[in-house]
Every structure is written in C-alpha cells, then in structure tokens.
C-alpha cells in the first residue's frame, strides 16, 4: 500500500494564530492531492485540491513538492471552527483517493 | 439535494452474523466507493464502482467481504460471517466522474462484538 504519512499531532493553538501541517507520500505516480477535513464523528470533506504552483483559498494555502514528495497546508487567523481533524490525500492513476491518518488540530479561545 | 445516504447510521451484532450495509448515491453521480475507517489503519479504499461495474476491489479484505451495486441509485456492502475485526466506520462516497470531488455519506458505524 502506498502511505501517506502525516503527524497526527494534536496541534494545540490559540485562536489568531498561523498553523502548518505537512505531509509526505511514498507514490511517485500519485497524480492529484487533496486536503481534507474531518470533524469528530463525521464524514470527511473536501477543504482544497493542492496545486503544484500552489494555491490559497481565503485563510488555506497548499503547497506540493514533487520532488521532495512533500505537501503542507498553512491556515492563517485561526478560528475555533477550524478545530478538527486534517487528512492529506493523494490519488494515483486510478480515482480511488489514499487518505493519511489525519492531524489533529485544536484552536482555542 | 440529498447527498449520499448510507444505513444504517450504527450496527452492533454478535461475530457469525451477516452485516449489510446500504449506500444510495447522489443521483447521476457515476461512481461509487466503499472506504473502511479504523484508529489503527485510518481510512481505506476497499472497492469502487462506475457505472455499477466493479473497477477495483484489490482493498477488500477477504472473502468475507462482498459488494454489489444492482442499479446506479444502490450498492450493499455484506460481510459474512462478521468478525470482531471488522468494526470500524464504513464510508460510502459517490462522484460525478472518476476526477471530480468524492461526496461522502455520513458513515456505519460498525461494532461486531
């Protein structure tokens, strides 16, 4: 199985503050990457393609590094909404998307 | 609209007994996924469909496990005879086309005891 490694952390921040994930993935194949978001006891949900140029989306930024094999996401100003749990993603050739364990993330007050 | 519909939302049965679980896609969406989410595994592709035609079944785990998809608005997950083991939250997803973004359901959320 290819993996997706990410650190599960908790990452405990206080609210305002500017937070990193990273990620690294062991397919060279891997075609597309995703970040998505799961709260406690939910379904995962989309929060954001990632873009080898990069790409920002409100407070979200994603990076990928192809030849490092490395992918990040930066969110700025932190809310307390963005508490939950963090999923890289990539997916190969085929359309079935290979998850990370996830991050977890707690912004508090 | 309504997204993915799965069911039941929980299950708890004793081990030997059959389990089927139930996804209705988002209507006209083509394909279809089954993942498994555990603490120790995180979450796992176990088949996936498109137009009702397995494509990939190569993360079901044993014999134990089947699924099927009658028609484009339907697809059962059993598991027969269930183990302990296999407790963990099952996912169906649905897409509009094989790269577009995955809709997930809200999950069984499976105890075999």
């Known amino acids: 199985r290819k993996e997706v490694e990410q650190d599960p952390g908790p990452f405990n921040v206080p609210e305002g503050a500017t937070v990193a994930f990273n990620c690294t993935y062991s397919?060279?194949?891997?075609?597309?990457f995703f970040w998505y978001r799961q709260d406690c006891r939910k379904e995962p949900k989309l929060l954001m393609s990632v873009y080898s140029s990069g790409n920002e989306d409100g407070r979200f930024t994603a990076q990928l590094n192809r030849a490092s094999q490395y992918i990040s996401l930066l969110i700025r100003d932190s809310k307390l909404s963005d508490s939950a749990t963090y999923l890289c993603?990539?997916?190969?050739?085929?359309?079935?998307?290979?998850f990370g364990k996830g991050t977890s993330l707690l912004v508090t007050p | 609209d309504a997204g993915v519909i799965q069911s039941p939302r929980h299950e708890v049965t004793e081990m030997g007994q059959e389990v089927t679980l139930r996804c209705k896609p988002i209507s006209g969406h083509d394909y279809l996924f089954w993942y498994r989410q555990t603490m120790m595994r995180g979450l796992e592709l176990l088949i996936y469909?498109?137009?009702?035609?397995?494509?990939?079944d190569s993360g079901m785990p044993e014999d134990r496990f089947s699924a099927k998809m009658p028609n484009a608005s339907f697809s059962t997950l059993k598991i027969q005879p269930s183990e302990p083991r296999d407790s963990a939250v099952y996912f169906c997803?649905?897409?509009?086309?094989?790269?577009?973004?995955?809709?997930f359901g809200d999950g069984t959320r499976l105890s075999i005891l």
């Open positions: 397919n060279s194949a891997s075609q597309s």
């Open positions: 993603v990539d997916r190969d050739s085929g359309y079935a998307l290979n």
């Open positions: 469909f498109n137009n009702n035609v397995p494509i990939d």
């Open positions: 997803a649905s897409s509009l086309g094989g790269n577009q973004p995955q809709h």
